[in-house]
Structure formats: C-alpha cells, structure tokens
C-alpha cells in the first residue's frame, strides 16, 4: 500500500479516498492552530514562560534582601523626613512595605538606597530592585525603563502666596504672564511648558528643596509641584504661601509608578502584590489632610 515518502508529501499520481483526503486536511488544521496558540503564549509570557513570584526565585540585586531605591531628602507626606523612608511613615513608604510583604519580605528584609530622582529612570542598570519617588509614567521614561502599573493619579497644583497677584488667578491664560518655576526633568515643568507655556521661560531646578528655596525667597511667582506635596509645603514649610489651583489632567490620569531597570521580570510580581495592597486605605491614612483645591481646567 503506497504511504508518503519521507519529504511528508504523498507520491503524485497516487489518489487518495475521501476518509484520507479529509484527515490529512484535519492534521493541517491541527497543527497550524498548535503552532499559532504557541506563539501567542510566547508573545503574552515574553517568550520565557510564567514569571515565578516564590520569594526564592525573584530577580533581586541582592540575594534575599529587597532593595528599593528613592531620594534624599526625602519629604512628606511620601515619606518621613526625620526618620527617612524606613520608617514605613508616609504614603509611598507605605505602599512600599506593603508590596514587600506581599513579596514574602520582613522588615529587616528590606534595604533602601539613595537614588536622585533623575537617575531612577536614566538608561542602564540599576543598583535598586524598584525604584519609589513620585515618579510619573511617560510613553518618553518608558524607553528607557519599566514602570509598574500606577500607584497614585496625580493632579499638578500651583503654590503661590496668599498676599500675591497669582493667588487671584482663575484660568490657564492668565497665568502666562508669572514667573513659574519647577524641579528639572518632572511633569510639573512639563505642565509649564506644554500646557501653561508662559511668556518668560521657567525657572528650573536641580531639586524641589532648591525649587522651594527660590520660591520662598521670591524669585518665582508661582511653583508647580503634584498637589499632596504642594499641600505639605502650604501647610508645613512655606509660611503665607497657599495652593492657588490644581489641575485635572485632560486625558488620561497621570500616574506615579514604580521604576525597574528594563526588561527586569520583578515588574510582574510587583504588579501582582501591588494588587493585593489596600491603596484606598494607605492614601486615607497618609493622604486625607489634601482638602479640595480650586480646579482650574487645561483645556
């Protein structure tokens, strides 16, 4: 009985029944189908399969020990100045203890390091296993690095005095004509440049410390800063000075996310324990003094 020859095709001129015909298209169809399911398996799990979030299996820059990177200083109300982020005191210190113990983590498990806010999300590697500070999550930081998913939607605010001509302001135009100014490389000057766009270029700044100095000593109208920290300032720090507006974001919300060098698989088992944490609860505890703003709209 004629079979086929060892190149898987049948021998021309040989016929085959209908019951033949119809099972070798049936294996066709087989095996293209197991190859497509294969290969989108591959695309969903990266093409290494299932990340494992067992303790003993996480990527880690040190063998047993979570490392999370943040600034210093480091302010309320995202962290305890005094004590530092080891405090577990602040809203992303916090979250950050929280999501180490989904991990497995004990306290005395967990090491911080002193990352300048610009460096967390600067290409190459990183001596952190996450990064935490108040980082927003940008289609431009994503090329060089790994965002979990968000943590905290941010509204931008703008500090001003209370005594001022700025505090009277109630629209976007009518700020152009301030000095405004805000910390290098953050989405507070991006909100200057791209939605206020002043008519005097912004005053910009190594740090929100040095930011803060020169806002108090004068040399600006008005800072831009996310609106818990605005609030902090107002409060705590500035004396006389007040949040004169916050700013809903006009499309999607802004969002803090946490930063992993590219690629690190960790970003997986973070977002699982990060969906375990009662964040509602945490930002009710270290949040809730940030009354209502004044809204002023952008677009």
Known sequence: ????????????????TPEESHMKRSIALIAVLAMLVAACAAEEGGGGGDVSCEKEDLTLVQEGVLTIGTDEPSFPPWFDFEGGPETGTGFESAVA??????????EDEVTWVVVPFNNAFAPGEKDFDFDINQVSISEEREEAVDFSDGYYDVNQALLGFSDSEIASATSIEELKAYRLGAQVGTTSLDFITDVIQPDTEPLVYDTNADAKA?????????L?????????????????????????????????GMVFEEG???????????????????????????????IIETN
Do not use: K
Not at 1 to 16: E, F, N, V, W
Not at 230 to 250: D, K, L, N, R
């Open 97 to 106: 203890y929280a999501v180490a113990s989904e991990l497995g983590f004990t």
């Open 224 to 256: 831009v800063l996310d609106l818990p920290t605005a609030f902090f300032v107002s409060s705590v720090e500035i004396e006389g000075s007040t949040v004169i507006a916050q700013f809903p974001s006009a499309g999607e919300s802004e969002q803090f």
């Open 264 to 294: 690190n698989p960790l970003r997986d088992c973070v977002n699982e324990a990060l969906a375990n944490v009662d964040l509602e609860a945490i930002q009710q505890e270290w949040l809730s003094d940030v009354v209502e703003a004044p």
């Open 1 to 16: 009985m004629a079979g086929p020859h060892d190149d898987g095709h049948y021998a021309p001129g040989i016929r085959l």
């Open 214 to 222: 020169a806002f108090d000593a004068g040399q600006l109208d008005g």
